[in-house]
């Protein structure tokens, strides 16, 4: 109860932050884009894990309303990032996705910030995708690609989705699950199961990026077997966007 209450006082004042997380091209270790990742840091509980807060969050049918702000936030960080012209992702969640408002409220949102669509990436995982309303979800898919928002499978590989639908679905990216980075280059499932999944990402014409690079090898790895991206804290954990403002105006 402690917690929910807790939860409760953050989204009603606003009080729920956001790190960005690097997507680099792993040729050159160039930012290509960022994620972004909700963080909770409580005067007396301290820092709150969102593998805690965001099932709390669809529990208490929060999960929206959340999901709005870090929406609202994230195309402020892109109003102020607008002139680098690099995509930031937003995971999201089942039950967010599930709202029927969502395409029309994430419309008003980018539209209030004036951003523009393609600036916004949404992650979303396999288990988002497959449910009883299939059809639906399918529809809601195509209205967001329609209308110029990216679109990526999280964590893919380790979800149940059939490759028939995924085949239907107006996907831009497949993010391969961390699971299988952290095995690279020592495990030969995993090293053929990531190069499978970078062979069917190209062969289907879609970009492809590895999560949770934590070693050199593991990225020698994903680049000879014609992965572009990655992320990881090899090149950077998640941090506050200010850390990166200065990098980036010099990169660029
Ligand atoms: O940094 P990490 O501990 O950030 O994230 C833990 C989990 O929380 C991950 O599965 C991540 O996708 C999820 N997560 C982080 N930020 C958000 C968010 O804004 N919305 C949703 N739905 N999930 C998030
Ligand atoms: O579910 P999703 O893929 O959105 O979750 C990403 C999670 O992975 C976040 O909690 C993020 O902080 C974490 N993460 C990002 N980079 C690394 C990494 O290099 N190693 C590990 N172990 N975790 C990472
Ligand atoms: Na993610
Ligand atoms: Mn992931």
């Not at 599930?98 to 600036?119: E, K, M, N, T, Y």
Request: with cysteine; proline share 4%; charged share 15%.
């Amino acid at each position: 109860l402690k917690l929910e209450q807790a939860l409760r006082e953050a989204l009603k004042h606003q009080q729920l932050q956001l790190h960005y997380q690097p997507k680099f091209a792993l040729a050159s270790n160039h930012i290509v884009g960022f994620e972004a990742l909700v963080r909770w840091q409580h005067p007396q509980l301290g820092q709150v894990s969102p593998g805690r807060f965001i099932p709390l969050a669809e529990k208490l049918g929060l999960i929206s309303t959340l999901g709005e702000q870090v929406l609202q936030q994230v195309c402020q960080q892109q109003q102020q990032w607008q002139h680098l012209a690099l995509p930031v992702s937003v995971n999201i969640s089942a039950l967010q996705l599930a709202d029927a408002d969502f395409v029309s409220r994430l419309q008003h949102i980018v539209q209030q910030a004036g951003i523009a669509p393609g600036l916004l990436e949404l992650e979303l995982t396999e288990s988002c995708l497959i449910h009883e309303q299939a059809e639906q979800t399918l529809n809601q898919l195509t209205q967001l690609k329609a209308l110029g928002f990216k679109l990526s499978i999280d964590d893919f590989g380790t979800g149940y989705s059939s490759l028939s639908y995924l085949r239907r679905l107006p996907i831009d990216t497949l993010k391969i699950d961390q699971s299988f980075v952290q095995d690279l280059p020592g495990n030969i499932s995993a090293c053929q199961i990531a190069s499978a999944i970078i062979a069917m990402a190209k062969a289907l014409g879609l970009d492809v990026i590895a999560e949770g690079i934590e070693h050199q090898q593991q990225l020698d790895f994903l680049l000879q077997a014609g992965c572009d991206k990655g992320q990881g804290y090899l090149v950077s954990a998640p941090r506050p966007a200010q850390d990166f403002t200065k990098a980036l105006s010099a990169e660029n």
